[in-house]
């Protein structure tokens, strides 16, 4: 445990991430591109959906990613409050827009699948409700971040809301399993096989879903360094104004 603390300096955080950063790029570039391309141009269509089976390429890794996010923000803003790590705190920042984008990404391929599915482009299910909160939590921690000066205050506040936050994170992963009324299906991916979806698309799946969470990895780590930086950057002008 003491080895990974030691990355809560930011000095070796930046050296190690130095590192890493280009091969968890360039495997996520592969393997998004893997699952994309052999999902969408070498799978066959759904005998009840059609071509419109093929969103989940995009539909799935991004609602995973979305949710999975919030709950990395959450750990990172517990290590900050019972730890003090500002990487812990800046990592946090860095991952919302990123987890927003991703909600973005999901709310939108879900309406495209929706509209010719359930004959409306939106409806007021469980799950879409709660994903629908959880973009607007994503969008309150961003702008609170942004509203107040003094960093440390700022780390305080939003870890706070992304405890909040985390009740709709797990209300947008289980809501299927909480509401049986609405209309959003059940799990792609699932310990059941009965419950997955077939060999053919799920192959695919899976490199599409390791493509979004490498590519969530390395936006992470490059946000995470130059917030850093900013931090060093503001941290520099304050010591000049003091001289």
């Known amino acids: 445990m003491a080895s990974i603390w030691e990355y809560a300096n930011p000095v070796k955080f930046m050296r190690l991430t130095d590192r890493v950063l280009p091969w ?7 393997t998004l591109a893997v699952g994309l391309v052999w999902g969408f141009f070498f799978t066959p269509d759904d005998y009840r959906q059609g071509s419109t089976v093929k969103i989940i ?10 949710i999975n996010a919030w709950f ?7 290590i ?3 730890r003090r790590h500002h990487v812990s705190a800046l990592a946090a920042k860095a991952a919302a827009p990123v987890g927003a984008i991703m909600t973005v990404i999901a709310l939108i391929t879900g309406a495209l699948w929706g509209q010719p599915m359930w004959g409306t482009w939106w409806a007021w299910d469980p799950r879409l409700t709660s994903f629908l ?14 509203a107040i000066e003094d960093s440390d205050t700022a780390a305080d506040l939003t870890a706070v809301l992304c405890l909040v936050g985390s009740v709709f994170a797990i209300l947008s992963r289980y809501a299927v399993n909480f509401w049986n009324q609405g209309l959003h299906q059940g799990a792609s991916l699932s ?3 009965e419950e997955n979806v077939a ?8 490199f599409a879903i390791a493509g979004f969470g490498l590519l969530f990895l390395a936006l992470v780590l490059l946000r995470t360094r130059t917030e850093i930086r900013l931090r060093r950057t ?3 002008i304050a010591r000049e104004k003091m001289a």
């Open 72 to 78: 990395m923000m959450l750990v990172a803003s517990l």
């Open 57 to 66: 390429y995009l539909h799935v890794p991004a609602a995973l990613m979305a």
């Open 191 to 193: 310990l059941d096989k």
């Open 80 to 82: 900050w409050l019972i």
């Open 199 to 206: 060999d053919v698309f799920y192959q695919p799946l899976l």
């Open 234 to 236: 503001k941290a520099l």
């Open 133 to 146: 909160i959880l973009f607007l939590f994503y969008l309150g921690y961003i702008a609170l971040w942004e």
């Open 24 to 30: 968890v790029s360039v495997l996520a570039g592969i």
